[in-house]
C-alpha cells in the first residue's frame, strides 16, 4: 500500500546557509524511490509517496541522503496526511478568524509532555499563548512570530531537548494537508 507523507526539513534555506535548492532535493527524494514528489516554498517541505517504511525510517532515510549529497546533517520529520489532517482539526484558536502569521505549529519528532513546559509562566507572555497537541504544539502569536517572546522561551535548548522541532505558519500547515490528501 503506497501511503502519501509530508517531509519537513528542519532549519535549510534560512539565513543564506544549509542551501538545499527545492529541484535537487526533489531529485533526491525520487532517487530514493519515492512517487509523486513536490516540494512547497523553499523552506523545506516536500510531498511524496511511498509504499515501504514508516514515518521513522523514512525521516531516517531522507536524513542520511540530504547528508551524503549537500554535506551537511538535517533534522527531518516525515508525518502523513492523516496525522497532518488531525493536527489541523486539532487547533485549539480560531484559526479561521486568525491572520496565518498569527498562528504557527511547531512538529515534534516524539511525544512530549506538559511537564516539558511546565516552568513558563503563561500569563507572563499574554496575550500570545501555546497549547499542546500530539506531538505537536500549537502558538497564537498575534505580532508574528519574529516579535514573539513566547516563541523564543519555547525555542530554548532544554525545552526541545531529546526531540526535532520545527515549526511551520498556518498557510503551510493548511498547504501540507491539501497536498497529502489522497
Known sequence: MTTTY?????????????????????ALMEGLGYTAVRTYLQSGQAVFASGHGDEESLAAEITH??????GF???VIVRDHAYLKAIADACPFPAADLEPKQLH?????????????????????????FRLGDRALYLYAPNGLGRSKLAEHLSKPRLTKGVIATTRNWNTVVKLVEMTEA
Request: no cysteine; glycine share 8%.
Open 6 to 26: 509530508a517531509a519537513l526539513l528542519r532549519g535549510i534555506n534560512v539565513g543564506g546557509s544549509r542551501k538545499v535548492p527545492m529541484a535537487a532535493l526533489l
Open 65 to 70: 541522503a540530504v547528508e551524503r549529497h549537500f
Open 105 to 129: 505549529v511547531t512538529y515534534f519528532s516524539a511525544p512530549v509532555t506538559p511537564e516539558r513546559f511546565a516552568e513558563i509562566d503563561q500569563a507572563a507572555y499574554l496575550p500570545e499563548e
Open 73 to 75: 546533517g538535517v533534522d
